[in-house]
């Protein structure tokens, strides 16, 4: 491929990335900051009921429903902001790091390509597997044993990743992983606990109140990782602050911590 294709290539599926990665994350800290609002006024007594907002010149009252008033087809998912924000991510890491030459350093790790592209690619499986193995686990029921498990886990992946490839690349994987990790929570999880609670709100059943906890359980911990995610990915802009600093590993697990501090904070403004 000639070098000025893969680079209008690149800027194409790069602006994609990012559009598409700004639906998804405005969405999600939008519906978790008015989910966050809901648990307050359920907990204050004499409450309004709704949450009002203005915004391009009018006003807006969002109520939470317990029960569906409208016919399925009438719902509105927010679905493939996802979808098309790790698709295009897929295509940048094949692009940049697959195609390209930025995996392997011979310094860190002398193994070839072909190599290191199954040991990335495993390593976004074996992190959505991990992941999900321990939240569905007796851990993942308590938020502190759950934080403090995944950020070992983050230390030990980034520790192991900076052995493996570039310091780049490592990062760049490491950001992929959790992108990883949220995507498939939409599609997996939340999604199909969404349509069984839409399928027994049109049948007037009750659906099972463990779908949904799950499902917000899910989202919650994607506006966590989100924060972490664009940095990584700003990552490669400055090497000497991150990737390529002697203390790389620990300043990843530095500031996801910041990013997990940031997530709150925007979550409950």
Same mark, same amino acid.
Request: aromatic letters at 14%; zero cysteines.
């Given at each position: ?62 109520? *939470? ?37 930025? @995996? ?5 790790a002398d193994i070839s390509k072909a190599a290191g592209i199954a040991i990335g690619l495993g390593s976004l499986a074996g ?23 995944? @950020? ?9 990743? @900076? ?52 499902? *917000? ?46 997530? *709150? @904070?925007?979550?409950?403004?």
């Amino acid at each position: 491929m000639e070098f000025s294709i893969r680079e209008w290539l690149n800027l194409a599926v790069r602006w994609f990335h990012v559009f598409a990665g700004i639906m998804w994350v405005g969405q999600t800290y939008y519906f978790t900051w008015l989910d966050g609002q809901f648990t307050r006024l359920e907990q204050t007594a004499g409450a309004v009921p709704g949450v009002w907002m203005v915004h391009s010149g009018g006003f807006y009252s969002v109520e *939470k429903k317990t029960r569906l008033g409208v016919g399925a087809s009438q719902v509105r998912w927010f679905r493939w902001e996802a979808l098309l924000t790790w698709v295009a991510g897929m295509i940048l890491l094949v692009l940049v790091y697959y195609l390209g030459s930025g @995996l392997i350093d011979p310094d860190v790790a002398d193994i070839s390509k072909a190599a290191g592209i199954a040991i990335g690619l495993g390593s976004l499986a074996g992190g959505w597997f991990v992941y999900d193995l321990v939240v569905r686990s007796r851990l993942g029921r308590s938020q502190s044993a759950f934080a403090i498990f995944a @950020l070992l886990m983050t230390a030990a992946a980034s520790w192991g990743l @900076l052995h493996v490839f570039s310091g780049r690349a490592a990062y760049i994987h490491l950001g992929a992983i959790f992108g990883t990790i949220m995507t498939t929570n939409v599609w997996l999880r939340i999604l199909p606990a969404q349509r069984r609670m839409i399928a027994a709100a049109a049948s007037g059943t009750a659906f099972d109140a463990s779908l949904s906890a799950q499902a *917000k359980l899910r989202s919650k911990h994607n506006t966590f990782m989100a924060v972490p995610v664009v940095f990584l990915m700003l990552s490669n802009h400055y090497p000497v602050a991150t990737y390529g600093n002697r203390y790389a590993w620990p300043v990843v697990v530095a500031l996801v911590v910041s990013g997990w501090g940031a997530a *709150k @904070l925007i979550r409950e403004a």
